[in-house]
């Protein structure tokens, strides 16, 4: 069990540019989830997929993001023409859904800085 | 959709005494499970206890236990004998069909 990854830990890009971020989880878990988050405040959930599935996407996120898991294993998260407030720490998470002690694991998250 | 309220942005204890944190919730769904996380300076999400909504027991983890209040939809977390290094933000969560977070309680254990 090598946890959840994610890459890279830091991105500096200039307002305009599109990031992808990569989150590989824990390799037997079918739930992968991403969250935004801001200095001092709580996670704010983005989307989550099951397997390849992606359940549900929050309506604060813009048409500009995008995320993709094509083979129930490893996470994409892209940003087009990245703005300021998009500045923040993206975390990724999985879990394994129908076990006895479902949790969900975080990985240190990608933190992305827009100048 | 479910939410998950945090009314302490901040909170401090000494060294050694027992503080408690507060989360109350609102959902419509009936299997669900709540979370207390700790998220210290290095901002790596660490678990600190789970409770299962269809136990009745609170569940406990060494120095910290839950007081689960299922009709009242709150979910408090008990830190008995605080140490320096519990100093970190709590969060709250709930995972049902999906998980959310509180906005966080930041805890400050002084010496």
């Known amino acids: 069990d090598t946890g959840v990854s994610q890459n890279p830990r830091h991105k500096i890009t200039k307002r305009g540019q599109n990031v992808t971020f990569r989150c590989d989880p824990i390799?037997?878990?079918?739930?992968l989830y991403w969250y935004r988050q801001t200095l001092g405040q709580g996670p704010e959930f983005l989307t989550y997929f099951q397997n390849e599935a992606q359940l549900e996407k929050s309506r604060l996120l813009s048409d500009r993001f995008s995320a993709e898991r094509p083979k129930g294993s490893f996470s994409t998260l892209e940003i087009q023409r990245t703005e300021q407030g998009d500045s923040a720490m993206y975390l990724c998470?999985?879990?394994?859904?129908?076990?006895?002690?479902?949790?969900?694991?975080f990985g240190s998250g990608t933190q992305l800085s827009v100048l | 959709a479910q939410t998950v309220t945090q009314s302490q942005p901040e909170m401090s204890v000494q060294e050694a005494e027992t503080v408690t944190l507060s989360c109350t919730y609102d959902t419509s769904e009936s299997n669900y499970y709540l979370f207390w996380y700790k998220q210290p300076p290095s901002r790596q999400m660490i678990l600190v206890i789970r409770q299962e909504a269809y136990k009745q027991q609170n569940a406990t983890e060494n120095r910290f236990s839950v007081n689960f209040q299922k009709a009242a939809k709150s979910f408090s977390l008990k830190i008995s004998d605080s140490q320096l290094g519990d100093t970190a933000m709590y969060f709250c969560a709930f995972m049902g069909n999906d998980m959310r977070f509180g906005a966080g309680t930041r805890l400050t254990v002084k010496p």
């Open positions: 390799s037997e878990h079918n739930r």
């Open positions: 998470a999985s879990s394994s859904t129908g076990s006895t002690n479902e949790k969900l694991f």
